[in-house]
């Protein structure tokens, strides 16, 4: 197993494990099935399970299912299969509505010890009431209210005797703590909603404060790792904890959140992308969802690896998304097959070729990779090139073909631009090459050398192939902009390219999620959703190029 690189929570890990403070580790990482998983997802992902696996703990996956409203089963399945997917097997799989009738016992404890109470401010009034971080808050008028008349009130907003909002259970700390999380905060909503696990069994609901280190308690986690913006809310998770008197005792750590360059990530972005039909649903491969990567092309491998090198820290920072890409490239050098395809085609008729010919030519599956061995592509009389490997009136240093140029055909000879064919309207459709049979690939020849090598399918067994290419999602940000720019004023217009194109007909088996080099194109990626029995469709997951140094 692959060693994750030392951070400050596996420190913290480690030092509880040697000072006996814990005896084994227990992680968790815990989802609300509001949404897919998305790269930051996969952060903590890898977090929770590779602390845990490389020192002999567990990690559950729990379901953070305490607000219904946004929850759905559709998600819980996503879930899953991402988790599962990036190569990882939690032990428990728990689910915190599970919980529920732990959760009430403890809050009637908090009662009963006179730590919680029922309020019957409003939402606005609580709010109000809370004062600022200058301000110390006002005590509610319910706050001194006898136990036994709370925990009535408490029972009977569990029965369904009140309407949503007209009251709630609050924790009873200090008004005035300079940490407003501890000025009473709620602890138990109304809500009468059909929940994805329980149905209509409650009505009530915890605030997450009260529901997560309870949730940790239960299940013995041990460190509960989080993102930085619950930094705050330690103090009143170990409130919780204490006061609830459970028998495990979790502790929170914070790391900071990924982000990365020109992606929108929070879940609720991504959601309104799906909702408003600017993508085509929660795995389209723009989306930097799990679920989206994988459909672009992305490996297991090659996410793991980026998430174990950008590290973990305390401090925000945004990752180049470059550098994701460099460990997709780096996964799949030595283990995509090289292939050739054309996305924009042009007719070439090779004159000297005979007619009705078609030879078989070997070329390399992986140069990098020997090992994979060989495969026949054919040759005729008749190929595709790419519209851009040929331009009539050609700039200096342009070493493609253009009329009277020779080029090499990888993996063949050759060729020589004779005659440019034009339609009505003037635009090239065809061009008239001739070839030197001196010149095959393999053969030896070194009678002259040409600067251009350019890739090509025969032109009567090709097979006719889709192939989308993409740009980001979102445009960054304008500097000047003089209003607040919505992230859907940003959705760049151009982040799908469809072009219908032509590959070798070796191709004809692939399966979705198969992965290729196209020769000078890049990464593709057979789509999982699109390609038919006729049609393979191929996703661009990276090109060749990358500017990124490391
Ligand atoms: P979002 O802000 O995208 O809606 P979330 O934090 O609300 O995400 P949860 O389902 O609550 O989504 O997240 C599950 C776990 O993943 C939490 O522990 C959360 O801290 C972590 N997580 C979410 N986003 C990121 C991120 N960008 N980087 C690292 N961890 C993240
Ligand atoms: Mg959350
Ligand atoms: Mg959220």
Same mark, same amino acid.
């Given at each position: 197993?692959?060693?994750?690189?030392?951070?400050?929570?596996?420190?913290?890990?480690?030092?509880?494990?040697?000072?006996?403070?814990?005896?084994?580790?227990?992680?968790?990482?815990?989802?609300?099935?509001?949404?897919?998983?998305?790269?930051?997802?996969?952060?903590?992902? *890898?977090?929770?399970?590779?602390?845990?696996?490389?020192?002999?703990?567990?990690?559950?996956?729990?379901?953070?299912?305490?607000?219904?409203?946004?929850?759905?089963?559709?998600?819980?399945?996503?879930?899953?299969?991402?988790?599962?997917?990036?190569?990882?097997?939690?032990?428990? #799989?728990?689910?915190?509505?599970?919980?529920?009738?732990?959760? =009430?016992?403890?809050?009637?404890?908090?009662?009963?010890?006179?730590?919680? =109470?029922? *309020?019957?401010?409003?939402?606005?009034?609580?709010?109000?009431?809370?004062?600022?971080?200058?301000?110390?808050?006002?005590?509610?008028?319910?706050?001194?209210?006898?136990?036994?008349?709370?925990?009535?009130?408490?029972?009977?907003?569990?029965?369904?005797?009140? /309407?949503?909002?007209?009251?709630?259970?609050?924790?009873?700390?200090?008004? @005035? @703590?300079?940490?407003?999380? #501890?000025?009473?905060?709620?602890?138990?909503?109304?809500?009468?909603?059909?929940?994805?696990?329980?149905?209509?069994?409650?009505?009530?609901?915890?605030?997450?404060?009260?529901?997560?280190?309870?949730?940790?308690?239960?299940?013995?986690?041990?460190?509960?790792? *989080?993102?930085?913006?619950?930094?705050?809310?330690?103090?009143?998770?170990?409130?919780?904890?204490?006061?609830?008197?459970?028998?495990?005792?979790?502790?929170?750590?914070?790391?900071?959140?990924?982000?990365?360059?020109?992606?929108?990530?929070?879940?609720?972005?991504?959601?309104?992308?799906?909702?408003?039909?600017?993508?085509?649903?929660?795995?389209?491969?723009?989306?930097?969802?799990?679920?989206?990567?994988?459909?672009?092309?992305?490996?297991?491998?090659?996410?793991?690896?980026?998430?174990?090198?950008?590290?973990?820290?305390?401090?925000?920072?945004?990752?180049?998304?470059?550098?994701?890409?460099?460990?997709?490239?780096?996964?799949?050098?030595?283990?995509?097959?090289?292939?050739?395809?054309?996305?924009?085609?042009?007719?070439?008729?090779?004159?000297?070729?005979?007619?009705?010919?078609?030879?078989?030519?070997?070329?390399?599956?992986?140069?990098?990779?020997?090992?994979?061995?060989?495969?026949?592509?054919?040759?005729?009389?008749?190929?595709?090139?790419?519209?851009?490997?040929?331009?009539?009136?050609?700039?200096?240093?342009?070493?493609?073909?253009?009329?009277?140029?020779?080029?090499?055909?990888?993996?063949?000879?050759?060729?020589? *631009?004779?005659?440019?064919? /034009?339609?009505?309207?003037?635009?090239?459709?065809?061009?008239?090459?001739?070839?030197?049979?001196? +010149?095959?690939?393999?053969?030896?020849? +070194?009678?002259?050398?040409?600067?251009?090598?350019?890739?090509?399918?025969?032109?009567?067994?090709?097979?006719?192939?889709?192939?989308?290419?993409?740009?980001?999602?979102?445009?960054?940000?304008?500097?000047?902009?003089?209003?607040?720019? @919505?992230?859907?004023?940003?959705?760049?217009?151009?982040?799908?390219?469809?072009?219908?194109?032509?590959?070798?007909?070796?191709?004809?088996?692939?399966?979705?999620?198969?992965?290729?080099?196209?020769?000078?194109?890049?990464?593709?990626?057979?789509?999982?959703?699109?390609?038919?029995?006729?049609?393979?469709?191929?996703?661009? +997951?990276?090109?060749? /190029?990358?500017?990124?140094?490391?």
């Amino acid at each position: 197993k692959t060693n994750i690189n030392t951070n400050f929570i596996k420190s913290i890990v480690t030092d509880d494990l040697k000072e006996g403070r814990v005896n084994s580790v227990v992680t968790r990482f815990p989802p609300e099935p509001n949404g897919y998983l998305h790269i930051g997802h996969a952060k903590s992902i *890898c977090l929770n399970f590779e602390l845990a696996d490389e020192l002999g703990g567990k990690t559950n996956l729990r379901f953070d299912d305490t607000n219904p409203i946004k929850e759905d089963a559709e998600f819980v399945r996503s879930i899953k299969e991402d988790v599962e997917w990036l190569g990882f097997e939690w032990d428990g #799989l728990f689910f915190a509505s599970d919980y529920f009738d732990f959760m =009430y016992e403890k809050a009637r404890l908090l009662i009963r010890k006179g730590k919680a =109470y029922v *309020c019957q401010l409003n939402a606005d009034e609580i709010r109000e009431s809370r004062g600022t971080l200058t301000q110390p808050g006002k005590e509610s008028p319910y706050r001194n209210r006898p136990e036994e008349e709370s925990l009535d009130l408490f029972d009977r907003m569990r029965k369904g005797e009140f /309407k949503d909002g007209e009251m709630v259970l609050r924790a009873k700390i200090d008004m @005035s @703590s300079p940490n407003i999380n #501890l000025r009473d905060p709620i602890l138990y909503r109304i809500s009468h909603t059909h929940h994805h696990n329980t149905g209509d069994t409650w009505c009530i609901y915890p605030m997450y404060a009260f529901a997560h280190p309870l949730e940790d308690a239960h299940e013995g986690v041990t460190h509960s790792i *989080c993102t930085l913006e619950f930094e705050d809310q330690r103090p009143l998770y170990d409130w919780v904890i204490q006061e609830c008197e459970t028998e495990h005792v979790p502790h929170q750590y914070e790391f900071a959140k990924l982000k990365l360059t020109d992606t929108i990530m929070g879940k609720r972005y991504l959601k309104q992308m799906v909702d408003e039909g600017v993508v085509d649903g929660w795995d389209d491969p723009r989306m930097p969802t799990v679920s989206g990567l994988r459909r672009r092309g992305f490996t297991p491998e090659s996410i793991r690896n980026f998430c174990r090198e950008i590290g973990v820290t305390k401090s925000d920072s945004t990752v180049d998304v470059k550098y994701l890409e460099h460990f997709i490239r780096e996964d799949l050098k030595l283990k995509a097959p090289r292939t050739m395809g054309v996305l924009k085609p042009l007719k070439v008729v090779i004159t000297n070729y005979p007619e009705g010919q078609v030879e078989m030519l070997d070329a390399e599956i992986n140069s990098e990779n020997p090992e994979m061995g060989i495969r026949q592509i054919p040759f005729s009389r008749e190929i595709y090139i790419e519209q851009d490997d040929f331009m009539e009136n050609p700039p200096s240093k342009y070493f493609r073909l253009f009329p009277g140029n020779e080029v090499r055909l990888k993996h063949a000879y050759f060729i020589k *631009c004779e005659e440019v064919i /034009k339609d009505e309207a003037g635009s090239v459709i065809e061009l008239r090459c001739t070839y030197d049979p001196e +010149t095959k690939s393999g053969s030896g020849f +070194t009678g002259r050398k040409v600067k251009g090598t350019i890739h090509w399918v025969e032109a009567t067994k090709a097979l006719p192939a889709e192939f989308r290419l993409y740009e980001p999602l979102v445009l960054p940000k304008q500097e000047d902009a003089e209003e607040e720019q @919505s992230f859907l004023d940003r959705i760049n217009p151009n982040s799908l390219e469809v072009v219908q194109g032509f590959v070798e007909p070796n191709m004809k088996d692939v399966a979705p999620n198969d992965k290729f080099q196209f020769f000078r194109h890049g990464y593709f990626n057979v789509d999982s959703k699109a390609t038919t029995e006729e049609k393979p469709v191929f996703n661009q +997951t990276v090109s060749l /190029k990358s500017s990124f140094v490391i």
